[in-house]
């Protein structure tokens, strides 16, 4: 499948956005986030990007004050995931202007039709940043 999961969390380890592509209870979704954030977020800037927990490898980036993590599977290439990470925040960096975690929270809705757009049931479908922003645009001009 891919990804299985995508998480934005700040340097306090609050969440901001989670977005699940397998199905998890919210007591699993909890824990699973909560283990995964100590994890990354106890890491120093010298060491990699890759962790893997439990049956997940973890590939996450930090982005001024944000930590973008993906879950994928184990046989899931690690750079092109960095890719894709750094992909969605150059698209966000285009609508918000210099995305930042105030974005996120003001503009949730937005944030997960990026994801949407860019990918579909644990797959990537989308890196055109233009057709990433074009429906959005239109939802903007509509209203």
């Not at 934005?8 to 989670?18: F, I, P």
């Not at 599977?73 to 609508?95: C, G, P, Y």
Request: with cysteine.
């Amino acid at each position: 499948m891919g990804i299985r999961f995508i998480l934005m969390v700040n340097k306090q380890g609050q969440t901001r956005l989670a977005q699940y592509y397998e199905w998890l209870t919210l007591e699993e979704r909890r824990a699973l986030e909560g283990e995964i954030v100590r994890k990354c977020l106890a890491r120093n800037e010298q060491q990699c990007s890759f962790v893997e927990h439990r049956n997940y490898k973890i590939v996450y980036r930090r982005y001024a004050s944000l930590f973008f993590l993906v879950g994928v599977d184990n046989d899931e290439n690690e750079l092109a995931i960095l890719e894709f990470i750094h992909l969605l925040v150059e698209t966000m960096d285009r609508h918000f202007g210099n995305v930042c975690e105030l974005d996120i929270m003001f503009h949730l809705e937005k944030a997960h039709f990026m994801l949407d757009e860019m990918v579909m049931n644990g797959s990537v479908v989308e890196t055109s940043k233009a057709n990433i922003l074009s429906p959005i645009q239109l939802m903007e001009k509509a209203s």
